[in-house]
């Protein structure tokens, strides 16, 4: 079975970090790009961050560029999402999505579409608050 699944969420202090993880179960990352997501109570679906197949290329929302960081390690078929400087209005739950044209210049320029995305994650809460 396929299967992406995120981990590391939880609640955090504002200014504080968290590192995101989402596994690959199934299948080999290795030709995939990722992109992170985030949906919060009553607000649509927000792209936060994608990374191509080799990880070469990136891309970030500006409400958190500077902030988070995507990278990936594909020998252990994971994506990780590190989150500095966390605010309040990053509570959400966050999702990543993978599609199968990874290493083609063409996903970045729609990696923020989320329909473009064949496999996603069940996600995993991020709490920002004191």
């Known amino acids: 079975q396929l299967q992406l699944v995120e981990s590391g969420g939880g609640l955090v202090q504002p200014g504080g970090s968290l590192r995101l993880s989402c596994a690959a179960s199934g299948f080999t990352l290795d030709y995939y790009g990722i992109g992170w997501f985030r949906q919060a109570p009553g607000k649509e679906r927000e792209e936060i961050s994608c990374i191509s197949s080799s990880g070469a290329m990136t891309k970030y929302a500006d409400s958190v560029k500077g902030r988070f960081t995507i990278s990936r390690d594909n020998a252990k078929n994971t994506v990780y999402l590190q989150m500095n400087s966390l605010k309040p209005e990053d509570t959400a739950v966050y999702h990543c999505?993978?599609?199968?044209?990874?290493?083609?210049?063409?996903?970045?320029?729609?990696?923020?579409?989320?329909?473009?995305?064949?496999?996603w994650g069940q996600g995993t809460q991020v709490t920002v608050s004191s």
């Open positions: 999505a993978a599609n199968s044209n990874g290493g083609s210049f063409g996903y970045m320029a729609r990696c923020f579409r989320d329909m473009i995305y064949d496999l």
